[in-house]
Every structure is written in structure tokens, then in C-alpha cells.
T-cell receptor, first 110, second 114 residues
Framework: AQRVTQPEKLLSVFKGAPVELKCNYS??????LFWYVQYSRQRLQLLLR??SRESIKGFTADLNKGETSFHLKKPFAQEEDSAMYYC????????????FGKGTKLTVNP | NAGVTQTPKFQVLKTGQSMTLQCAQD?????MYWYRQDPGMGLRLIYY???????DKGEVPNGYNVSRLNKREFSLRLESAAPSQTSVYFC?????????????FGQGTRLTVV
């Protein structure tokens, strides 16, 4: 079964420090992986997807099939990066279902 | 292009009252979801619908019913509201393939049960 694990519920860093939000997935095939972000009192929105190999707002994420991970990284965190971050997996096979992790709340302190 | 629209945005219910949260999407997506998000917590899936007329229980389905009458709309019903159902409810839809795959979320419904 597809599963997404975000081991950290909370993550706190200081402005200018590097940040890494962890995501591990469970799936036997070739995964499609995404990061979504939710700013305070707003809806979730797509941040980036691995297939595009893009950098958005300074964030990057590399798919590591050997470690089944898709960690989100930013070299220098900003206060405006404070938000909830969700890793998502899918869809696969005949299903269009996306599976979301439980989320990590990132706080960037001044 | 409105995306995913939820109504209402806010609601206060008394314990035992019933209500239906409405959700509609205009992106021709097959998959639709209902999540709840408690303060400081992550998303928890209530129900999922893969297509019109089909629904699957998620992580926390107790106390809720859903209806997917057509491709656009996916409603969530609370038959007898309880204080434990105080939460923010998000509807979402997803579709596409490969680089076009994406989920879209509604703006949320803030429900308080007193």
C-alpha cells in the first residue's frame, strides 16, 4: 500500500539557517512525489513536484529511490517560509488518488 | 476557473444538529477528497471518492457520511454533530497524469460545534 511518512511534526530553525523537511514513502513502483505548502489560514497549494526538477522559492527536493525519500531543502530559511508542509505520493496504476503525509510545521525564528 | 469551491466558509452548530458541507470542482477531476485539520495538526482523510458513485472510507470516517452524486460535487454530512468534530474541513480534487498531476484544495470550512 502507498504510504507517506513525515517523521517530524514540528521543525524550528533560525532565519538564515538551512532547513530540511523529511519525507519517506512506501511504494514499489516508480513514484510521483510532490510537496505542498499551507500558509497560515490558507488552503494547501502545490510547492513543487519531483518530475519537474524545479526550484520554487529557493526550495528543492531530490528523489532518492534507494532510500525511498523525497526530502525538501532550502539553504537559507526565511521567516516567510513558516508554514505547514505536506509531502504527497501518487497517483499510481489505475488510481488517481494522491496520498498525503501528516505534515510538518516549520517555524523560522528571527 | 474557480477550481475547488467549498460552502459554507464558517459554521457554528449545536451538539446534535446536522449539516452538509458542499464541495464542487470544475476541473473534470475524477478523484475528490474530504479532510479534517485540527489546530496545529496535519490533514486526516475522512473519505475519498475515485469517481461518481464511489466512495471509500479514510482514516477518520466515523460520524460522517458522503455523497458523490456527479463528477463535480462531493458533499460531506454530519448527521449529529459532536464537539469532537470541531475542525477545519478541506475538500480537494486531483487528476491529470505525469507532469500535469496535481491536487487542488478548497479554502476550507471552519466548523465549531458547541
Amino acid at each position: 500500500a502507498q504510504r507517506v511518512t513525515q517523521p517530524e511534526k514540528l521543525l524550528s530553525v533560525f532565519k538564515g539557517a538551512p532547513v530540511e523537511l523529511k519525507c519517506n514513502y512506501s511504494y514499489s513502483g516508480s513514484p510521483e512525489l510532490f510537496w505542498y505548502v499551507q500558509y497560515s489560514r490558507q488552503r494547501l497549494q502545490l510547492l513543487l513536484r519531483h518530475i519537474s526538477r524545479e526550484s520554487i522559492k529557493g526550495f528543492t527536493a531530490d528523489l532518492n529511490k534507494g532510500e525511498t525519500s523525497f526530502h525538501l531543502k532550502k539553504p537559507f530559511a526565511q521567516e516567510e517560509d513558516s508554514a505547514m508542509y505536506y509531502c504527497a505520493l501518487g497517483p499510481q496504476g489505475g488510481s488517481e488518488k494522491l496520498v498525503f503525509g501528516k505534515g510538518t510545521k516549520l517555524t523560522v525564528n528571527p | 476557473n474557480a477550481g475547488v469551491t467549498q460552502t459554507p466558509k464558517f459554521q457554528v452548530l449545536k451538539t446534535g444538529q446536522s449539516m452538509t458541507l458542499q464541495c464542487a470542482q470544475d476541473m473534470n477531476h475524477n478523484s475528490m477528497y474530504w479532510y479534517r485539520q485540527d489546530p496545529g495538526m496535519g490533514l486526516r482523510l475522512i473519505y475519498y471518492s475515485a469517481s461518481e458513485g464511489t466512495t471509500d472510507k479514510g482514516e477518520v470516517p466515523n460520524g460522517y457520511n458522503v455523497s458523490r452524486l456527479n463528477k463535480r460535487e462531493f458533499s460531506l454530512r454530519l448527521e449529529s454533530a459532536a464537539p469532537s468534530q470541531t475542525s477545519v474541513y478541506f475538500c480537494a480534487s486531483s487528476g491529470g497524469q505525469g507532469a500535469r498531476t496535481e491536487a487542488f484544495f478548497g479554502q476550507g470550512t471552519r466548523l465549531t460545534v458547541v
